[in-house]
């Protein structure tokens, strides 16, 4: 009952990172951009659509809950190493998702073109098709990738931190 409950507690510090980080990011569209907050949501919608949202905030959850874990788990104790471990394939699965993205982008763009005849009278509509596919494809490399190597960096930094914070309790004087 009681990893139970430490468990719970990790996962609601995680998602209070996850949604921590969306109001950020959040916050930061709103400034540097013209939109609202439903525009951006909007567009994020319109750009890389509901299956790679919930897709990659899932993986950030479990990168995050990774961090949390491997943080609360001493070094060496059972569990530690296969937090770790999650988190680093969670990290890297980001940026497995966010290539694939790309490539479906561009696929689905180059396919595009396949069903469409090209003439003056079409080519407006014909790159409006491509520029929409396109944009999902290079804006799943820009979000995914940086954050893919955040996590990872976090994720690293964390662990050498605890496993130092170890080895000074380990090798301090008894008093």
Not at 9 to 26: E, H, K, N, P, Q
Not at 95 to 108: F, Q, V
Not at 122 to 141: K, N, P, R, W, Y
């Amino acid at each position: 009952m009681q990893n139970a409950a430490k468990t719970l507690g990790a996962g609601s510090r995680a998602l209070s990172g996850l949604l921590g980080l969306a109001v950020i990011g959040l916050a930061l569209a709103v400034l540097t951009t013209p939109m609202d907050v439903g525009g951006v949501i909007d567009w994020a919608e319109r750009i890389f659509g509901a299956v790679f949202i919930l897709l990659f905030a899932g993986m950030v959850y479990i990168a995050l809950l990774s961090i949390v874990q491997v943080k609360a788990i001493p070094p060496y104790a059972p569990g530690h190493r296969s937090w770790f471990e999650t988190g680093l394939q969670a990290a890297n699965g980001i940026a497995t998702l966010a290539l694939t993205y790309t490539l479906l982008g561009i696929s689905l763009g180059i396919g595009s073109l396949s069903t469409q005849t090209l003439s003056p009278e079409t080519i407006q509509d014909v790159i409006g098709g491509l520029t929409e596919h396109f944009s999902m494809a290079f804006m799943s490399t820009v979000v995914g990738l940086p954050v893919s190597a955040a996590l990872r960096a976090v994720l690293l930094v964390t662990r050498s931190r605890v496993e130092e914070q170890q080895q000074v309790l380990v090798h301090q004087p008894a008093e």
